[in-house]
């Protein structure tokens, strides 16, 4: 039943605050340690320690450093929990009290958009859970925004800290609170990493969303790029957004070798093979690491960017059917990774597709030699100059299908399971097509969704026989 408001007033005791108040062990720079209790956590970073013997008192000057560590964590973890200190400290001899304020430090801590959901549980606090997320995060430090107010939360407690994000799954990390404040109704607390377990996911979930953070900062860690290979992603380009990535890249990646220094905008970098080519950008998590394209001549020699620039191809490429690889970049912060395999490995598969018999493509003397080993490229005897420098570059063939065969094995299974693919494929190139008034494209789309699987296998299994 419950009462009205003509009812006679109901009393009851409001309780803004936690029942939970536990030991902490005080500790002074003079090396020595006090046993307290916490009386009060304020929402400002400031929280009152209580000393059952207010003589203690005696022993703490205000030259002092103080910090705290819970007296519950010290038993499980021993020495090998560090106290948080505090940045200031104000003793209430009257009360026995001694008030410590925290200001955390959070370092190289990079802000993460959109922010992580997380779930913090506390030994400390009998198991007690709660949720928030995370905005800001380093490999030392961060900050969790709490979902609901959380009164018992404070500096020095060791908790889990259980995160998730698309790139690299669940991780669990060993944390210690090293502050509070309150911003905009909800409690924030900042954090650090008890131990090096934590550190290495947290660089790896770094290297995936922060633009600031690169395959450097994990080498200093010891930590091999390559291993980050699973969450490299290739897509085809298929808005302006995604494109301006691909331009933006081209730009960087050239950067790196002293090329289009007087370039501003990278959108001086377009050409007319672009609306003629499927761009292709490499994802390292949410970051664009690199691109190339694969220009699409279908069988027209005035779609062919190198037919251009040099005194012609050889005509048995234009009898077997032929697309060109160009503009591949990768961004100076990825190099030395799994980004070239994966990407130029893509592009392969779609030209298998489109029933091209070969990729064509140019490079420098010094990418001769890899391109030879792992693509098995021949070079055609020709040679041009790079389009932005005046390096000289050679003109090289690849088979696609030695090429697949050699760098994934199952490339007739491969077929059966894209070929639905290709209708999206296909659409994009008309849709392209009446965008930009490229009639050429329509034709490609035809030959797209014409190639049949059976051209394909046929073709593949008589070269094995041979």
């Not at 720079?29 to 059952?52: K, M, Q």
């Not at 949410?286 to 694969?294: C, E, N, S």
């Not at 190639?451 to 394909?456: F, Q, V």
Request: charged share 25%; with cysteine.
């Amino acid at each position: 039943m419950t009462p009205s408001d003509t009812d006679t007033a109901v009393e009851f005791a409001e309780w803004i605050g936690d029942f939970y108040l536990p030991d902490v062990i005080v500790f002074s720079t003079t090396g020595r340690r006090f046993l307290a209790r916490v009386c009060d956590i304020g929402s400002d970073g400031v929280i009152a320690v209580r000393f059952e013997q207010p003589e203690t008192l005696d022993a703490i000057s205000a030259a002092d450093k103080l910090g705290i560590a819970f007296h519950a964590d010290l038993i499980r973890l021993g020495d090998r929990l560090r106290p948080v200190y505090a940045d200031t400290h104000r003793i209430d001899v009257s009360a026995a009290t001694v008030h410590l304020r925290f200001l955390a430090d959070l370092g190289d801590a990079c802000a993460l958009r959109p922010a992580l959901n997380a779930t913090l549980r506390c030994a400390g606090r009998y198991g007690r859970s709660s949720v928030g997320t995370i905005a800001r995060l380093g490999l030392a430090a961060g900050e969790l925004s709490c979902a609901r107010p959380e009164p018992s939360l404070c500096p020095g407690m060791v908790a889990e800290l259980s995160l998730w994000s698309p790139w690299t799954g669940e991780t669990t990390l060993s944390i210690q609170i090293t502050g509070r404040r309150v911003a905009a109704g909800a409690d924030i607390l900042s954090f650090r990493m008890t131990d090096t377990a934590s550190v290495e996911p947290v660089a790896i979930l770094l290297a995936s969303t922060v633009e600031s953070f690169g395959f450097g900062e994990l080498r200093k860690l010891g930590i091999n790029p390559r291993r980050l290979d699973a969450l490299l992603t290739v897509d085809a380009v298929s808005n302006r957004h995604e494109f301006e990535s691909a331009l933006e890249l081209r730009l960087v990646g050239n950067r790196h070798f002293g090329r289009l220094t007087d370039v501003e905008d990278s959108w001086e970098l377009v050409d007319r093979f672009d609306a003629v080519s499927i761009n292709f950008v490499c994802r390292l998590g949410d970051k664009p690491v690199g691109t190339a394209r694969l220009v699409l001549n279908n069988g027209d020699r005035d779609l062919s960017e190198l037919e251009e620039v040099t005194k012609g191809l050889p005509t048995w490429l234009w009898e077997a059917g032929f697309v060109e690889i160009s503009r591949l970049s990768i961004h100076p912060d990825y190099r030395s990774s799994g980004i070239f395999p994966i990407l130029v490995g893509a592009m392969g598969r779609v030209a298998l597709s489109t029933g091209a018999r070969y990729a064509v493509m140019d490079c420098t003397d010094k990418l001769l030699p890899l391109y030879e080993r792992r693509l098995h490229a021949v070079p055609l005897g020709i040679t041009k100059k790079h389009q932005w420098s005046d390096e000289i570059e050679h003109v090289i063939a690849i088979d696609s299908q030695i090429w697949i065969a050699q760098m994934f094995k199952a490339s007739i299974y491969w077929q059966d399971l894209v070929r639905p693919r290709m209708a999206v494929v296909t659409e994009q190139l008309r849709s392209r097509a009446a965008k930009w008034s490229a009639p050429h494209m329509v034709d490609i789309a035809t030959t797209l969704h014409k190639t049949t699987i059976a051209e394909n296998f046929r073709s593949i299994l008589s070269r094995e026989k041979s």
